[in-house]
């Protein structure tokens, strides 16, 4: 992707909502090495020291802004040239529903990103997202998409597969799993299908699309080379590791009664939501606009697990 950006001396300024997340820290490193001054904005910036050395003395700023209050969205961005909005949850809390993160936020940060007259909005949404949805999550990011455009017409929207690489909360799961148990559930027979996205194509896409002036009002649909079923993502990790596992088909249904057990967790190992999302198959559309129509060649899981598990 590196070959699409000039090098030049400008000055470039962006503001990354959830820069403390898996994404937004491999977002800030990529961007620091590359000249941007970045404003990291998150809930809890206390929490998040560790993104100050990725950059120069004041290259990288950390702040507090709550996305459901628009006033702290405005002045957030306010001398900025990007945006990119990389908030979003897994589960619903007491205190983080779906519709106040994936919705009311994602308008509050197009609303002030055109008042601000910000030069580009980047809206990182998921795969596998559509109305009407009986997954919660699924349906609230779709519609937040939604408002995002109505708002800020020639935002960008980047629908992702799953995301791959060095602690991410993907392949790492998988992997912690394989590792301790013996035998590995199938949810729903493990058919359900996957296009897994490396963490540096999708944080390099990212970077070119801050500084591009085309694709204006356009939404890509991000899928790695291969598509695999949750079984042969097991088998994958499995192979890698070089041991061997029993797996054990486990019914949706039966799934669901266990998310609702867990469902008093403060951090749920599944809920209810998250296997009705499984019930839904996470890869591109045959019409979609994505890493191929921009020439890229993504890392295949295959050959970033073959490096990661020689290491």
């Known amino acids: 992707m590196n070959k699409f950006l000039k090098k030049n001396n400008e000055k470039k300024s962006i503001a990354i909502f959830g820069a403390s997340g898996f994404i937004g820290r491999n977002l800030v490193d990529l961007l620091s090495k590359n000249g941007w001054t970045i404003m990291a904005l998150m809930r809890n910036p206390h929490y998040a020291n560790y993104l100050l050395p990725m950059g120069d003395v ?3 700023y950390l702040k507090s802004c709550n996305i459901l209050d628009y006033n702290s969205v405005l002045e957030a961005i306010k001398n900025v040239d990007c945006v990119v909005n990389l908030v979003g949850i897994l589960f619903q809390t007491k205190n983080q529903r779906f ?19 910000i030069k580009r909005l980047l809206h990182v ?4 997202i559509r109305k009407g949805s009986l997954a919660n999550y699924s349906s609230s990011k779709f519609e937040g998409e939604l408002r995002v455009k109505s708002v800020y017409k020639k935002s960008i929207i980047l629908r992702s597969s799953v995301v791959f690489g060095p602690h991410d909360n993907f392949i790492n799961k998988f ?23 490396y963490i540096k194509d999708l944080t390099n896409l990212i970077e070119y699309l801050s500084m591009s002036r085309l694709y204006k009002g356009k939404t890509f649909e991000l899928g790695g080379l ?39 967790l403060p951090n749920p190992p599944i809920t209810v939501d998250q296997v009705r999302l499984l019930q839904e198959d996470n890869i591109t559309s045959n019409s979609a606009f994505g890493f191929k129509q921009l020439g890229i060649v993504p890392v295949t899981l295959e050959a970033y697990l073959n490096k990661f598990f020689e290491n």
Request: a positive charge.
């Open 58 to 60: 004041g290259q990288v």
């Open 99 to 117: 519709h106040e993160i994936h919705i009311k936020g994602a308008e509050n940060i197009a609303k002030a990103c055109l008042e601000n007259d």
């Open 125 to 128: 949404s998921a795969l596998g």
């Open 175 to 197: 992997s912690q799993m394989v590792s301790i148990s013996p035998v590995l559930p199938l949810i729903g027979g493990g058919l359900t299908r996957f296009q897994p996205v």
């Open 226 to 264: 291969d598509i695999f079923t949750l079984k042969e993502l097991f088998d994958l990790i499995v192979q890698s590791k070089g041991i061997k596992r029993r797996y054990i088909p486990v019914p949706f249904a039966i799934t669901k009664l266990i998310g609702m057990a867990c469902s008093f």
